[in-house]
T-cell receptor, first 114, second 108 residues
Framework: DSGVTQTPKHLITATGQRVTLRCSPRSGDLSVYWYQQSLDQGLQFLIQYYNGEERAKGNILERFSAQQFPDLHSELNLSSLELGDSALYFCASSVGVGGHYGYTFGSGTRLTVV | GQNIDQPTEMTATEGAIVQINCTYQTSGFNGLFWYQQHAGEAPTFLSYNVLDGLEEKGRFSSFLSRSKGYSYLLLKELQMKDSASYLC?????????????FGTGTRL
């Protein structure tokens, strides 16, 4: 157990629907990052939050949004889902920004859009 | 922007040594990371380099040359459990935003 909790582990939904993925960072970590990993693709950065504020944004689609709450957990909302959104979605956390702070990843949410 | 290249796949035998190379081009640099990822699982942290040279950690070592935009991960005494993808990631110099940009990974 890495200490980063993601729920649900698996999600199957239909095209056009909306889903919410949840992430609880490791205790003491203030930064949360969301990544998408499609089949045989690398990890694509979506968005970063630090202590409740958005800090960096990648190529996140307008249909996707995220937020970090006062208790530091984060949610990634995916709407108007398309078949191509099927992927593993990882959340990662780190205690700070910069320096040697690597990420600790959660076990991911596998999203299948049918 | 950032561009990270690493071989797609490598093959080695148990007990051998393998070197996985990574080259990067980045507008800023604030550290290079290596992660291991077993199929369908979360990546796990292996090593971090920010200064030139070699960092050794048991059977794993990582090397960095900032002037060449080059790193490698060296795995010694290979074991079956080392079969995984190895991801090279770079942190750009983006102030308080510390996101990592990952390569597509090398499947070993």
């Amino acid at each position: 157990d890495s200490g980063v909790t993601q729920t649900p582990k698996h999600l199957i939904t239909a095209t056009g629907q909306r889903v919410t993925l949840r992430c609880s960072p490791r205790s003491g970590d203030l930064s949360v990052y969301w990544y998408q990993q499609s089949l045989d693709q690398g990890l694509q950065f979506l968005i970063q939050y630090y202590n409740g504020e958005e800090r960096a944004k990648g190529n996140i689609l307008e249909r996707f949004s995220a937020q970090q709450f006062p208790d530091l957990h984060s949610e990634l909302n995916l709407s108007s889902l398309e078949l191509g959104d099927s992927a593993l979605y990882f959340c990662a956390s780190s205690v700070g920004v910069g320096g040697h702070y690597g990420y600790t990843f959660g076990s991911g949410t596998r999203l299948t859009v049918v | 922007g950032q561009n990270i290249d690493q071989p797609t796949e490598m093959t080695a035998t148990e007990g051998a040594i393998v070197q996985i190379n990574c080259t990067y081009q980045t507008s800023g640099f604030n550290g290079l990371f290596w992660y291991q990822q077993h199929a369908g699982e979360a990546p796990t942290f292996l090593s971090y380099n920010v200064l030139d040279g070699l960092e050794e950690k048991g059977r794993f070592s990582s090397f960095l040359s900032r002037s060449k935009g080059y790193s490698y991960l060296l795995l010694k005494e290979l074991q079956m459990k080392d079969s995984a993808s190895y991801l090279c990631a770079v942190r750009g110099n983006t102030g308080t935003a510390s996101k990592l940009t990952f390569g597509t990974g090398t499947r070993l």
